[in-house]
């Protein structure tokens, strides 16, 4: 079994509640000081091969392939993660505005709330790009055609003498 297989049944498939629990209250603390180090260190493109850098952070490999999962949507390079393996070489460039965009998303406070991101992105930054997320979840209806409104089939019949006699028939 391929390392990102082996991640997501670890992760997402465990048999009880308790080592779900267990499992994500061990996992969480890693993934935060990983990304303390990578926002402190916001100008270097962190780069290695998969068990490199788990070394680096000393975690193991399935928890780094996991951690590259996470973050892969904010990388300026997409990475393969079927195609991962101990050998594989991968670059961790960010892009910064998404990272943060993606960490409001996945309602991750304790990451976009870390003290790191103060040298990267200012307040003002911030409150834009948690607008610009808002703007992603409101839900704009499209415009209801009345009952008395001309049909938009362009029969010149009021709707509901035309096409929205079949909604009134169901």
Known sequence: MGLFKTWEKMAYEPQTQQEYETFWNEYLPKETDIYQFLLANKNEVISGTISELAQKFNIDSVTMVGFVDGI?????????????????????????????????????????????WDAILTQDERKEIKKEYNRTKTIVKE????????????????????CGKEEVAE
């Open 72 to 116: 892969n949507t904010s990388l300026v390079k997409e990475v393969d993660m079927e195609a991962l393996e101990e050998n594989s070489q991968i670059s961790l460039e960010i892009d910064h505005k998404k990272l943060y965009f993606n960490m409001l998303g996945a309602k991750a406070d304790w990451l976009f709330n870390l003290p790191e």
């Open 143 to 162: 415009d209801k055609v009345g009952r008395n409104d001309p049909c938009p089939c362009g029969s010149g019949k009021k709707y509901k003498k035309c």
